[in-house]
Structures are given as C-alpha cells and as structure tokens.
Nanobody, 124 residues
Framework: QVQLVESGGGSVQTGDSLTLSCAVS??????LAWFRQAAQKEREFVAS????????HYADSVQGRFTISRDNALNTLDLRMNSLKPGDTAVYYC???????????????????WGQGTQVTVSS
C-alpha cells in the first residue's frame, strides 16, 4: 500500500526556517514533488526532484530559499524552507509520480499519489 505522510509543519515568524518531511512507502517512484495550497487559492507547484535526487526544479517564488532533497536511507522527501514569508503560508502536500517528465513537473495532474498535507503558517 502506497503511503505519503508529511510532517514538520507549524507556525513560524517571517525570516524563520522550517523543514518538511514526507515519508514514502509502498513502492518506488520516478518523480517526487512538493505542492502547496493557500486558502481560497489553487494548488501550486513548489519543487520537484527525481527518485535518485539528481535533478530538481523550483517555482520562481521559492528559488534560492527552498531546497528539495531525498534521504534514500530513510526513504523521505524533504523540503528545507529558509527566509519564510507570510506569502508562503499554505498547506503543503507531498506528491509522487510513476513517471518523470521534466516538462510537466509543475502539473498536479501528473502525480499519482498525494499526502494528506501539513500546514505552514508564517506570521509577520
């Protein structure tokens, strides 16, 4: 049974850092990603990487502040978030895809499995 379980969310101040983790179990995937959804907004792409962690893509809004990584020993997908802003407030979701296509990593419909989400709140 495939499971994606996020953890690490919380409430922080502007400029703080936070690391999210997604425990992946049940099978291997070609692509992994983080998306987020703010209140009354559509789900948006944050970052993606391959199962091996050898290629990564970032949304312009988080480039240089967030880092996506794979921990092969623990089988987790992590998202290190630095210099957090109120605009980063959202529910963050982990997603996994059976196939990796760098041209569509930002498309939610390309992912086969999703976690339940973890809330990140950044206050000013």
């Amino acid at each position: 049974q495939v499971q994606l379980v996020e953890s690490g969310g919380g409430s922080v101040q502007t400029g703080d850092s936070l690391t999210l983790s997604c425990a992946v179990s049940g099978r291997m995937f070609s692509g992994l990603a983080w998306f987020r959804q703010a209140a009354q907004k559509e789900r948006e792409f944050v970052a993606s990487t391959t199962w091996k962690g050898d290629r990564s893509h970032y949304a312009d809004s988080v480039q240089g502040r967030f880092t996506i990584s794979r921990d092969n020993a623990l089988n987790t997908l992590d998202l290190r978030m630095n210099s957090l802003k109120p605009g980063d407030t959202a529910v963050y979701y982990c997603a996994a895809s059976k196939f990796y296509n760098p041209e569509v990593v930002a498309v939610p419909g390309r992912y086969d499995y999703w976690g339940q989400g973890t809330q990140v709140t950044v206050s000013s």
